[in-house]
Nanobody
Framework: QVQLVESGGGLVQAGGSLRLSCVAS????????MGWYRQAPAKERELVAT???????NYADSVKGRFTISRDNAKNTVYLQMNSLKPEDTAVYYC??????????WGQGTQVTVSS
């Protein structure tokens, strides 16, 4: 069972940047897809961005052009670079790993707060 630990959240002013990191307890080389999701208070958890083993990426429309997901297989780490942050980006951000034929694994989450 892979374990995921997120870090990098915090408080930032609108227009600022943050970089989130998700470190896996095992090699991510063979993990089919890894992604970032977020959940704001009283809202459903939503997809932010995903990256496949082949490096293909997918983004929510609300973050396209502002956020970039990347992975470093040598460090077992997935990153989310967030630029031009907006107050509506405020949420708990979760990392997720999806392996073939197994349930997805979630991290514990990291809080991102964007002040106006």
């Amino acid at each position: 069972q892979v374990q995921l630990v997120e870090s990098g959240g915090g408080l930032v002013q609108a227009g600022g940047s943050l970089r989130l990191s998700c470190v896996a307890s095992t090699s991510i080389f063979r993990i089919n897809s890894m992604g970032w999701y977020r959940q704001a208070p009283a809202k459903e958890r939503e997809l932010v961005a995903t990256i496949t083993r082949d490096g293909n990426t997918n983004y929510a429309d609300s973050v396209k052009g502002r956020f970039t997901i990347s992975r470093d297989n040598a460090k077992n780490t997935v990153y989310l670079q967030m630029n031009s942050l907006k107050p509506e980006d405020t949420a708990v951000y979760y990392c997720r790993a999806d392996r073939a034929f197994l349930p997805g694994t979630w991290g514990q989450g990291t809080q991102v707060t964007v002040s106006s």
